[in-house]
């Protein structure tokens, strides 16, 4: 099934890209897609799934739009 | 006195006379420096009533027992007086080498009275004062004078200054300095164009006194390097604060069109990625290794200085997602020296009421010609609209009327960040209970609200969270001085600087230690307001109504149909009254004023209003 992954902040720079349509599994969480992308976990961060805060443990649906950012606390 | 000079100067503009002042050991650990100063100052000596424009007006700038010290990001400088935007108190701060020239100089604090005959630049070089004249650069905007300045003295001074806005008195002008940098939002700048005062130029040779030099520099030139090391790290100053945009357009949080809307498909041409890639030179303030002011090139090839909070405003706000374009804005604003938040705020506001009837004009959501011209209006008051729109929205719905009010989208007359609560209840509350009206600086909870928070929720632990935030940015931060960046955007523990605090001054204050003094600087701040409006009640801890409108509610989107709810709004806010000790118009009680040490305040307010 697709899903749109977007990055935002330094995750863009660290991952090469700022957003991806990906082919995943039914059962795929947003921690299996961050793990396939080598996308470091161990940095703090902030995860969307249809515009709704999420943590990584989150199951991923077909049509998904999950955006990942770093945690940012404040301009 | 270790890590305070010890001294005010105390200038009168209107005498052209000064006079240095001390203060004592108690009176430096009973209110720090910064904020507290500025706000102990203002309240002992500003009587009630007065003209925020005219010459009882003062106006304080002032550092803090590690301000200027080299460690992580200590070049701040509060500037503060009573505001014309809100008639309350009003401050910001700003880096600038301000910071440690004043304390070079001698002195914690400048206290400018009075009003000059003539454009005047205010000199200080340690001892020696004078009064200068600025006709030649009266009518100038902030870059040129900066120039002119740095032509007559060198690049190591600290100088604030004005630029048309401030002179104009327009509400929402701002005071700057250094190349990009600004601060006081609630007319500040104004208050210093009142004063006929285009600039003020300090230089200093004396050593900042502190009671452990050695282990200082140490200590800060370590933690400098560590700072910048986690920031390569993160990669955060890669976009700087334009990286949350993604994130704020994703969760419904942008200002889209007057705040109508949460969120944008064109935003990501204005996103933080957007604002690397065109990135061509890189600003800082002093004592800063995590450089946040990124210029662009604007749309007549001028470098312009972006952040989150000037774009969001200045582009989606107003239906603009070209990014050159939204950078001519920057530039204007900062050369007029106009808050770029405010001018967002007015500028949508104004094309909101003009789309709806309210407002005489042609359409502008999207034009950045009209944008263009009607910010010139508004820096220079020309014509009705843009006499009117330099009050800023609150006074401009009145004007305009048509209920035009409601989407004036401002808290105690200074506009909103670049944060769209219509459904962000916490985050909303923070613009609510600001001291200074609705700024972000001050407890920015959002990304811990919608991550770690049904947002839905009204609960006290957001108003627990509000407090705890102020307690740390809107106090210790703004009173030792020091950007709050290395700890809310990089992680840098804030457990350092009660270290900084002690090892500048002698102490051996605990964390902890600060809290009480955090909540005794509110307190007075709310006692300052109190004095000026002595009916207030809690609708002053209001957001705008348009956010409790149902007919406000996104149609489509993760927000779609909600919108905040008054009744749970109104529970929220007594929450925070509780966790505070104010009562339940949100002044604090007189046993709460007296924890704190503030009995004889107490006693004074007496005299204008009811404690409980």
Same mark, same amino acid.
């Given at each position: 099934m697709k899903v749109t992954l977007k990055l935002a902040g330094a995750f863009v720079h660290a991952a090469g890209f700022s957003h991806k349509e990906l082919d995943v599994e039914p059962g795929t969480t947003i921690a299996d897609i961050l793990a396939a992308l080598a996308i470091d976990r161990g940095r703090p961060m902030v995860i969307a799934r249809n515009g709704h805060g999420v943590g990584t443990d989150e199951e991923v649906q077909a049509g998904d739009r999950i955006l990942v950012s770093p945690v940012f606390s404040g301009g | 006195m270790d890590g305070w000079t010890g001294q005010f100067l105390r200038v009168d503009l209107t005498n052209r006379t000064h006079r240095v002042e001390s203060f004592s050991e108690e009176f430096a650990h009973t209110w720090i420096g910064g904020r507290g100063f500025a706000a102990k100052i203002l309240y002992d000596e500003l009587a009630p009533g007065i003209d925020p424009l005219g010459p009882e007006n003062k106006l304080v700038v002032a550092v803090g027992p =590690?301000?200027? =010290?080299?460690?992580?990001?200590?070049g701040k400088t509060i500037v503060a007086a009573k505001s014309p935007a809100t008639g309350g108190y009003g401050d910001g701060n700003l880096g600038t080498r301000m910071t440690d020239q004043l304390r070079k100089a001698g002195y914690d604090a400048l206290i400018v009275e009075g009003r000059a005959a003539s454009p005047t630049m205010l000199v200080v070089d340690d001892d020696r004062v004078e009064f200068l004249p600025a006709d030649e650069v009266w009518g100038k905007g902030t870059i040129e004078t900066n120039e002119w300045i740095y032509a007559r003295y060198s690049k190591g001074a600290g100088v604030l200054n004005i630029g048309p806005g401030g002179e104009n008195m327009v509400h929402f002008a701002v005071v700057r300095s250094l190349e990009g940098r600004s601060g006081g939002r609630p007319g500040m700048g104004a208050v210093m164009g009142s004063k006929l005062l285009k600039a003020i130029v300090v230089t200093g040779s004396k050593p900042i006194p502190q009671a452990f030099p050695a282990r200082m520099k140490e200590l800060g030139r370590d933690d400098l390097r560590e700072v910048h090391r986690i920031d390569k790290e993160a990669g955060w100053s890669l976009q700087g604060t334009t990286g949350v945009l993604p994130w704020c357009n994703e969760v419904a949080a942008l200002p889209v069109h007057n705040f109508r809307g949460t969120h944008h498909p064109d935003a990501w041409m204005v996103d933080g990625e957007r604002v690397h890639a065109a990135r061509v030179a890189t600003y800082g303030c002093p004592n800063c290794t995590m450089r946040c002011g990124i210029a662009v090139l604007d749309d007549e090839g001028r470098e312009a200085e972006v952040d989150y909070e000037n774009i969001g405003l200045l582009g989606p706000n107003l239906d603009l997602y070209n990014l050159a374009e939204v950078g001519a804005l920057n530039y204007l604003c900062d050369d007029y020296g106009l808050d770029t938040i405010s001018a967002g705020g007015v500028l949508g506001f104004y094309a909101d009421a003009v789309e709806r009837g309210a407002a005489p004009g042609e359409p502008l959501f999207g034009d950045i010609n009209a944008f263009k011209k009607v910010l010139g209006q508004i820096a220079h008051r020309e014509g009705e609209i843009g006499n009117i729109l330099a009050d800023g929205t609150l006074p401009a719905s009145r004007a305009f009327g048509h209920g035009s009010e409601a989407y004036a989208m401002q808290v105690k007359g200074l506009e909103i960040s670049a944060y769209n609560c219509k459904f962000i209840p916490g985050m909303a509350l923070a613009f609510g209970v600001s001291p200074i009206g609705?700024?972000?600086? +001050?407890?920015?909870i959002i990304t811990y609200e919608v991550n770690q928070t049904p947002r839905e929720s009204y609960g006290r632990d957001k108003a627990q969270k509000i407090v705890d935030l102020q307690r740390i940015r809107g106090g210790l931060f703004e009173s030792i001085i020091t950007c709050r960046f290395p700890w809310v955007e990089v992680g840098w523990g804030v457990e350092h600087y009660p270290i900084y605090f002690n090892t500048i001054t002698g102490q051996d204050w605990k964390l902890e230690d600060f809290w009480p003094i955090s909540d005794r600087i509110y307190a007075i701040i709310k006692l300052f307001w109190l004095r000026e409006f002595p009916q207030t009640d809690r609708t002053a801890d209001y957001v705008p109504d348009a956010w409790f409108d149902?007919?406000?509610?996104?149609? +489509?989107?993760? =927000?779609?149909g909600r919108i905040l709810e008054r009744d749970k709004y109104d529970g929220l806010l007594q929450h925070y009254y509780d966790i505070r000790g104010y009562d339940t118009r949100g002044v604090p009680t007189r046993a709460t004023l007296e924890s704190l040490g503030l009995a004889a305040e107490a006693a004074a307010a007496e005299a204008y209003a009811t404690l409980t």
């Open positions: - | =590690i301000s200027g =010290i080299p460690a992580p990001n200590t609705a700024h972000h600086k +001050e407890s920015w149902p007919s406000f509610a996104d149609t +489509e989107g993760p =927000i779609a």
